[in-house]
């Protein structure tokens, strides 16, 4: 049974329109993360979270907002959604020191 | 600052030959870890190789890596390519500061019959 759940995992939204991002994972884990992935890019951290209310800027935190309401779930908010942030949405959990991450199977995020 | 540097964008081999993709860092830390990440297509990025020794043979799924801290490197190989190991493969050391995975741009590997 997956550990790491995404939802949706297609989304369609308009620009200037609200989108948000759920992640869900039962490894009971500390850590949660955001990335996007884009060709010639990579994997880039967008927010991460220590645990539940703690949340922190990654590297690319401009235009997003996240949200870690309890140990399993970790949401990431657009607030005003652009074109620009047309992307596959990852996101990961991990214990802290030098512990592997976890992937959900990501969402496609199109805005159009 | 802290970077890592995958050389290879895309990297195309021949069935049963050898492959290297490479991977090299910039870290002001001292002791890290490192990671090889691989991705399939329309899959999720998964673990393939993990190592925090020095110098140490790290193997895994036919894959191999070693760490060397004096020429900050992580090179990935593989002494003969299968169809099946066309993917993704990304390079992630560990960035203890902030308790996250810093991943290098990829390397898109395919392997041709």
């Keep these: 049974e997956a550990a790491v759940t995404q939802s949706p995992r297609n989304k369609v939204a308009v620009t200037g329109g609200k989108v948000t991002l759920s992640c869900n994972q039962t490894n009971n884990h500390n850590n949660m993360y955001w990335y996007r992935q884009d060709t010639g890019h990579g994997l880039r951290l967008i927010h991460y979270s220590y645990g539940a209310g703690s949340t922190e800027k990654g590297d690319i935190p401009d235009g997003y907002k996240a949200s870690r309401p309890s140990q399993e779930n970790f949401s990431l908010i657009l607030e005003l959604a652009t074109p620009s942030q047309t992307s596959v949405y990852f996101c990961a959990s991990g214990n802290r020191g030098y512990a592997e991450q976890f992937f959900g199977p990501g969402t496609r995020l199109t805005v159009l | 600052g802290d970077s890592v540097t995958q050389t290879e964008g895309l990297v195309t081999v021949t069935e049963g030959l050898p492959v290297k993709l490479n991977c090299t860092y910039q870290t002001t830390y001292l002791t890290i870890a490192f990671f090889w990440y691989v991705q399939y297509l329309n899959e999720a990025p998964q673990v393939l190789l993990r190592s925090s020794t020095d110098n140490k043979r790290t193997e895994h799924q036919g894959f191999h890596a ?38 290098g741009s990829g390397t898109k590997l395919t392997v041709e019959p």
């Design chain 2, 66 to 103: 070693t760490l060397h801290k004096s020429s900050s490197s992580f090179h990935l190989q593989k002494s003969s390519a299968q169809l099946s190991d066309s993917a993704l493969y990304y390079c992630a050391p560990f960035m203890p500061n902030y308790n996250v995975l810093y991943f």
